[in-house]
Nanobody, 118 residues
Framework: QVQLVESGGGLVQIGGSLRLSCAAS????????MGWYRQAPGKQRELVAR???????TYADSVKGRFTISRDNAKNTVYLQMNSLKVEDTAVYYC????????????WGQGTQVTVSS
């Protein structure tokens, strides 16, 4: 059974930092592209950052220079370091795992709330 378990969300002030973690089980982690998505109330889910199985990273323009995605294949974990947080970063953040070849193997975590307050 595939599980993606996010942690690290919470309440932080503007300009603060948080690090999200997503621990994966039930998959051969190193074969998966990993991504962080977010969904704010009343908005569609959007890609925040992605890291391929080979380590290539992609970021949404809104988070470039502030967020960093990384992965530790030995720990089956992907991270999202979020710095200089803004109110507009407030959302539920979801972890996603997609097989690098079998794109139908696509899994989601349950989400973790990030709230940035002024």
């Amino acid at each position: 059974q595939v599980q993606l378990v996010e942690s690290g969300g919470g309440l932080v002030q503007i300009g603060g930092s948080l690090r999200l973690s997503c621990a994966a089980s039930g998959i051969f982690f190193s074969n998966y592209d990993m991504g962080w998505y977010r969904q704010a109330p009343g908005k569609q889910r959007e890609l925040v950052a992605r890291i391929t199985s080979g380590g290539t990273t992609t970021y949404a323009d809104s988070v470039k220079g502030r967020f960093t995605i990384s992965r530790d294949n030995a720990k089956n974990t992907v991270y999202l370091q979020m710095n200089s947080l803004k109110v507009e970063d407030t959302a539920v953040y979801y972890c996603n795992a997609k097989h690098r070849l079998r794109r139908d193997l696509d899994y989601w975590g349950q989400g973790t709330q990030v709230t940035v307050s002024s």
